[in-house]
């Protein structure tokens, strides 16, 4: 009498029902690859009082006909938001058409180089008033920085309004294509890369419009609670970049392993 055999039909089904399982050495390796290169989120600049040795002002546009826009910033000990703010003034000439000018706060204590770790992203946080202005009755505040000597300042500005008190503002996720050489080129962005030359980081400040008909003009106001949290990729050690160029070794065992 014949018999099925069950036996056989089920071992050669069973390879294929079963997938191949990774040497325990070669799950370690892949599970250390994955872990060598953590991003991490850092607190860059985080200040609420702005001591006047820690920021400095300089003009980086100025389109009146004389060019002699000019800005005053320091440290008053009350009325911030709260305690201690940077009290800021801008004073410039008349021009009958439109004008502009601008202003870069930078704090001084902080030089980032990416020769340490890739900034993958940037958000700042920080509050503003206007308490005099002409025209537009504001005065215009927006994230900045400088790399190699140029200026970078974000694409888009934020307006403190006279009258409004203390306004609280946040730009997210900033790359480096947020930024742009406005005073130059007015395309260029910094480089964000390991091979990036370093970095400070500030605000801008400035004002601009235009039927302006006094002989000068000034326009104050203060910011407050500056902050920039970063993510920041670390550049691979050597020991890294061993690893990782194992894990491509790997790669091919597993798939001769697979196939057989």
């Not at 325990?24 to 991490?40: D, Q």
Request: proline share 6%; aromatic share 10%.
């Amino acid at each position: 009498m014949w018999a099925c055999p069950t036996r056989s039909i089920r071992q050669k089904k069973r390879p294929e029902m079963n997938a191949p399982k990774l040497p325990l050495t070669l799950t370690i390796c892949l599970a250390a690859v994955g872990m060598a290169l953590p991003v991490r989120a850092v607190t860059m600049i985080s200040d609420g009082t702005f001591n006047n040795t820690d920021w400095n002002a300089t003009k980086v546009d100025d389109s009146t006909v004389s060019g002699d826009a000019s800005v005053v910033a320091t440290q008053i000990g009350t009325g911030g938001n709260p305690g201690a703010y940077r009290d800021i003034i801008h004073v410039w000439d008349v021009v009958p058409g439109g004008v502009s000018v601008t202003f870069a706060h930078l704090f001084t204590p902080l030089t980032f180089d990416p020769s340490t770790g890739t900034i993958t992203s940037l958000s700042v946080s920080f509050s503003a008033f206007c308490d005099a202005a002409p025209i537009v009755n504001a005065i215009g505040f927006g994230p900045i920085l400088k790399q190699d000597g140029i200026y970078y300042a974000h694409s888009a500005g934020a307006a403190a309004l006279r009258g409004n008190g203390w306004t609280s503002f946040n730009f997210a996720n900033l790359t480096e294509l947020s930024f742009f050489d406005y005073y130059n080129t007015g395309s260029a962005h910094p480089d964000f890369s390991a091979a990036g030359s370093p970095i400070q980081l500030g605000f801008w400040s400035g004002n601009g419009g235009s039927g302006f008909t006094s002989a000068n003009h000034t326009a104050s106001g203060g910011v407050d609670n500056f902050q920039i949290n970063a993510t920041i990729a670390p550049i691979p050690e050597p020991s890294q970049f061993a690893m990782i160029g194992l894990s491509g070794v790997m790669g091919l065992v597993i798939r001769r392993f697979r196939k057989k």
